[in-house]
């Protein structure tokens, strides 16, 4: 009988990175079902406020997850952070406070995500540059427009990839084009062809090194006999 552990989701620790840290932070609140006391917040209430049992539990409850998530917070922010953050009563002004320093204008986020698509737009395969490099950067930079919140279909990467090969690749490249839908073709997949063409172009690049320096070795044979 095999015996399964369960391992929990590592907290997201506070890099400066700010929107890669607010998705990765609010999807693990999310998955605790603690995102509502973040983005709603709990409402306090007056010290006279006449409450049932149902709501007074309610409210315990409420104010216990938000305890629980300040807890997640103090232990992924750095202390440095934390010092200048005034207001630190409930997991929403501390993830409030964190957004206005940290996201920046909407101006600022505009600037860089232009950066982003022209360095996009931009990339093309260079000479010696592997398959699995060029995916691997072309791929980091998608996921860092997407993270400024610009929707970036896989197509669109598929396309850029296709049309920014090396000449090398134009056969491969042409019968992707002429055969499938790219619409409906995955980058894995498109990776593992491509993969596939560079290995048989080198494996023939070393076929013929080999026929070459035989033939050449043989030429040189009546020569050495003289």
């Given at each position: 009988?095999?015996?399964?552990?369960?391992?929990?989701?590592?907290?997201?620790?506070?890099?400066?990175?700010?929107?890669?840290?607010?998705?990765?932070?609010?999807?693990?609140?999310?998955?605790?079902?603690?995102?509502?006391?973040?983005?709603?917040?709990?409402?306090?209430?007056?010290?006279?406020?006449?409450?049932?049992?149902?709501?007074?539990?309610?409210?315990?409850?409420?104010?216990?997850?938000?305890?629980?998530?300040?807890?997640?917070?103090?232990?992924?922010?750095?202390?440095?952070?934390?010092?200048?953050?005034?207001?630190?009563?409930?997991?929403?002004?501390?993830?409030?406070?964190?957004?206005?320093?940290?996201?920046?204008?909407?101006?600022?986020?505009?600037?860089?995500?232009?950066?982003?698509?022209?360095?996009?737009?931009?990339?093309?395969?260079?000479?010696?540059?592997?398959?699995?490099?060029?995916?691997?950067?072309?791929?980091?930079?998608?996921?860092?427009?997407?993270?400024?919140?610009?929707?970036?279909?896989?197509?669109?990467?598929?396309?850029?990839?296709?049309?920014?090969?090396?000449?090398?690749?134009?056969?491969?490249?042409?019968?992707?084009?002429?055969?499938?839908?790219?619409?409906?073709f995955c980058i894995d997949e498109l990776q593992g062809?491509?993969?596939?063409?560079?290995?048989?172009?080198?494996?023939?690049?070393?076929?013929?090194?080999?026929?070459?320096?035989?033939?050449?070795?043989?030429?040189?044979?009546?020569?050495?006999?003289?």
């Amino acid at each position: 009988m095999t015996t399964e552990y369960f391992v929990p989701a590592a907290i997201p620790r506070f890099d400066g990175h700010y929107n890669h840290w607010s998705m990765l932070m609010e999807n693990f609140l999310r998955s605790k079902e603690y995102w509502p006391v973040v983005s709603i917040g709990v409402q306090e209430l007056a010290a006279d406020t006449a409450l049932s049992e149902a709501q007074k539990a309610e409210l315990d409850s409420l104010r216990l997850k938000d305890l629980k998530v300040k807890n997640y917070l103090f232990q992924v922010i750095d202390s440095s952070i934390l010092k200048i953050i005034l207001c630190k009563d409930t997991s929403k002004q501390i993830w409030d406070s964190m957004k206005k320093k940290y996201q920046g204008t909407t101006k600022v986020k505009q600037v860089q995500l232009q950066a982003l698509r022209d360095e996009f737009e931009a990339l093309h395969m260079q000479g010696g540059e592997s398959v699995t490099e060029y995916f691997s950067k072309v791929l980091a930079i998608s996921n860092k427009i997407r993270i400024y919140g610009e929707e970036l279909k896989d197509v669109i990467i598929i396309e850029k990839i296709l049309r920014s090969m090396t000449a090398k690749f134009n056969f491969i490249v042409c019968s992707i084009e002429e055969s499938k839908d790219v619409d409906a073709f995955c980058i894995d997949e498109l990776q593992g062809s491509l993969l596939a063409h560079d290995q048989k172009i080198n494996q023939q690049d070393k076929n013929e090194v080999a026929l070459r320096a035989v033939m050449s070795s043989k030429g040189r044979d009546p020569k050495k006999d003289k």
